[in-house]
């Protein structure tokens, strides 16, 4: 959701912080996209309307992705796809992967995560 909020409210928010982002939902557990979206090929306009690649050149403040690296919920690609987009339109972004953590970040790396938070501010 901050990643959304961050590319698609006009700069409305200056920093956000997304963990494990929804990138393209076409590539998200069909359990939970398809109940809220269909099927990509029974609604094309909407998986195309929510693929934050698509908005990627609209990042103007502080966006830090962090994703786990073996997150079974939201694939790590979601995340490179967005780095690379960036990259690409020459947009700045905090990124940190991290290693061998699943859809949340805990123990000794929480305390890492947090710091970044700081960080931002």
């Given at each position: 959701?901050?990643?959304?909020?961050?590319?698609?409210?006009?700069?409305?928010?200056?920093?956000?912080?997304?963990?494990g982002a929804v990138i393209d939902?076409?590539?998200?557990?069909?359990?939970?996209?398809?109940?809220?979206?269909?099927?990509?090929?029974?609604?094309?306009?909407?998986?195309?309307?929510?693929?934050?690649?698509?908005?990627?050149?609209?990042?103007?403040?502080?966006?830090?992705?962090?994703?786990?690296?073996?997150?079974?919920?939201?694939?790590?690609?979601?995340?490179?796809?967005?780095?690379?987009?960036?990259?690409?339109?020459?947009?700045?972004?905090?990124?940190?992967?991290?290693?061998?953590?699943?859809?949340?970040?805990?123990?000794?790396?929480?305390?890492?995560?947090?710091?970044?938070?700081?960080?931002?501010?």
């Open positions: 959701m901050a990643t959304s909020l961050m590319l698609r409210t006009n700069n409305a928010f200056k920093v956000g912080v997304g963990g939902w076409k590539y998200y557990e069909v359990m939970y996209g398809e109940r809220y979206m269909d099927t990509p090929d029974t609604n094309p306009e909407g998986y195309e309307e929510s693929n934050l690649l698509n908005y990627v050149q609209n990042l103007d403040g502080k966006l830090l992705l962090v994703h786990g690296t073996s997150d079974p919920k939201v694939v790590w690609e979601h995340t490179l796809a967005f780095a690379k987009q960036a990259a690409n339109l020459n947009k700045p972004l905090d990124y940190y992967p991290y290693v061998n953590h699943e859809h949340g970040v805990g123990g000794k790396d929480a305390l890492h995560l947090y710091t970044k938070f700081k960080l931002l501010f």
